[in-house]
């Protein structure tokens, strides 16, 4: 009986690779990555891109000079609903399109046939460059967190330009070979960042309220609002710090990009991606308001030389340096299986569109490594790339800023794309989705893009107008400018002729419909929808 059950068992998961690999197939590509991580794995990769703790402590300073209590905890929890809108949103249209592509891919299925190509070229490099700078800014933020551990004993310690840029090669080389080394390990390591950051919040929430010699009242920590530190009028103040939350909440669609490492992606990673932004919405609150009840003096934590005021709170909330290290040893953990994750997922993204040549030296970067099963020369470009990218620093000491800024910029658009396209379209496409928002779908979408096109404009501001100059510029804008010049200047050199987006859309199938309908893929042939089980079977008797 037990055998009978475990060979039932294998047949179900094969039958399920086969069908996952068939209908990707139907959508123009080679299954060439094994099917090795369960719903719980991307549910912890999404979860440790967000990587809750780490990314609100190391953009703690925006909503503390943007107003202080209000806009750390309304703020997040506003930010949260609209990210579980857009997550629900992107989920739908997964479950009808599983495939490495995310968005990208999206774009081009959806739109009219004259304006796919164009539509999948600018979602695709939008997409791009986030995971780009996500991963940029999460490692970043990494190496000046480190850096930072070392006032903890010597108050005086600041780190120069060197310093942060070599801290920051050492972390990106860290987390390119935690890639490669251990990437038959990724479903582990995915599934232990789940419980590392859950224990690690329950550890803050004891220690700081347990340790703390003083307390804020319940006034402060819900009520207290004041932006006189911004620089900007105090009603605006609070739309400029929710870049904080609206920047942790970013990385959720970016798990898409592992729809075909997945057995049934159609079911899992739509799921992975809706649960990963309320695990998260809960997750934040609940380290956001132990923080705020053992709040320092705030103009002492906006001093902070190195803009990371983390460590001075959690050091005087335990009395100790070494206390206070403890604390941020968990944050840099979640730091970790979030630098891992962001890299695993922007390789992913820079193989599925290498593949379709809207890179230049497609060839190379759309090779997958037999030895490790990856694609070692998209997760080399995306490493080399942020490692560039960090240069910056070297004339902004607002680098962050501009990082955190772009990445939300990038994805959050890259994200409205779709939906847009969907909207106009009238979401027929999405009529039949296994995962379907039903009579809200029109509603929540055009929330979503009302949203995505405010924070457009929000964060390419500067989050402070205090002592604004050259060196403290937000140049989100910059970094923004400069990818879409060379976007747009490869398009015309060879996309315009060459390009035509996802190769399904020089068959005859993207006429006829081409998805997963309520966990069916189609047939090849006659156009017909058929069902996994029986595409299976179709597969096993050729």
């Not at 750390?72 to 990210?83: F, K, M």
């Amino acid at each position: 009986m037990g055998r009978e059950s475990v060979t039932s068992v294998t047949r179900r998961k094969s039958g399920e690779v086969t069908a996952a690999d068939d209908a990707l197939a139907k959508m123009g590509y080679k299954a060439e990555l094994p099917r090795s991580l369960s719903m719980l794995s991307v549910l912890g990769l999404s979860f440790a891109i967000m990587a809750v703790p780490y990314g609100l402590s190391t953009t703690f300073y925006i909503s503390l000079s943007n107003g202080q209590s209000v806009t750390i905890i309304w703020g997040w929890v506003l930010l949260s609903l609209l990210s579980t809108a857009i997550a629900a949103s992107l989920a739908e249209i997964c479950s009808v399109y599983p495939t490495a592509g995310g968005v990208y891919y999206w774009a081009a299925l959806l739109s009219t046939p004259r304006w796919a190509p164009i539509a999948s070229w600018i979602t695709g490099w939008l997409t791009l460059v986030g995971n780009w700078t996500v991963t940029l800014s999460i490692n970043f933020g990494g190496a000046q967190l480190i850096l930072s551990a070392i006032s903890l004993w010597n108050e005086d310690f600041v780190a120069n330009a060197w310093q942060t840029i070599l801290m920051f090669w050492a972390v990106m080389l860290l987390c390119y070979l935690i890639n490669i080394f251990g990437s038959k390990y990724l479903d582990l390591i995915n599934t232990v960042c789940i419980y590392w950051t859950g224990a690690s919040i329950i550890i803050f929430l004891v220690v700081l309220l347990v340790m703390s010699p003083s307390k804020r009242s319940g006034e402060f920590v819900f009520a207290h609002y004041d932006a006189s530190a911004s620089g900007w009028p105090l009603g605006w103040s609070f739309f400029v710090g929710l870049l904080q939350p609206a920047y942790v909440l970013t990385g959720y669609g970016m798990v898409a990009a592992m729809c075909e490492e997945v057995q049934t992606p159609e079911r899992e990673v739509p799921k992975a991606i809706v649960l990963s932004v309320v695990a998260a919405g809960i997750t934040g609150l609940v380290y956001l308001i132990p923080i705020l009840f053992v709040l320092p003096d705030v103009q002492t934590l906006l001093s902070v030389a190195n803009g990371q005021p983390v460590g001075l709170i959690f050091k005087t909330a335990t009395g100790s340096a070494g206390g206070g290290f403890g604390l941020l040893f968990l944050i840099l953990g979640i730091w970790l299986f979030a630098g891992v994750g962001a890299l695993t997922a922007s390789s992913r993204c820079t193989y599925a569109f290498a593949r379709d040549g809207a890179i230049p030296g497609s060839g190379l970067w759309s090779k997958v490594d037999k030895r490790f099963d990856i694609p070692l020369w998209a997760l080399t470009l995306s490493a080399i790339v942020d490692c560039l990218l960090g240069l910056i620093y070297f004339g902004s000491s607002a680098a962050f800023s501009s990082f955190t800024g772009v990445a939300t910029i990038c994805l959050s658009t890259s994200y409205g794309l779709p939906i847009l396209v969907s909207v106009v379209r009238g979401r027929k496409q999405l009529e039949h989705a296994s995962y379907s928002l039903g009579r809200f779908g029109f509603v929540i979408n055009i929330t979503t893009l009302l949203w995505i096109v405010l924070a457009v404009f929000l964060f390419c501001m500067p989050t402070n107008l205090t002592g604004l100059d050259a060196s403290t510029m937000n140049y989100a804008s910059v970094v923004f400018a400069g990818f879409a010049t060379i976007s747009l200047a490869w398009y015309f050199i060879w996309g315009r002729k060459h390009f035509s987006g996802p190769p399904v859309l020089k068959t005859d199938l993207a006429d006829h419909g081409v998805g997963v309908v309520r966990g069916q893929s189609l047939d090849e042939e006659s156009g017909k929808e058929v069902s996994t089980k029986e595409a299976a079977e179709q597969k096993a008797a050729e």
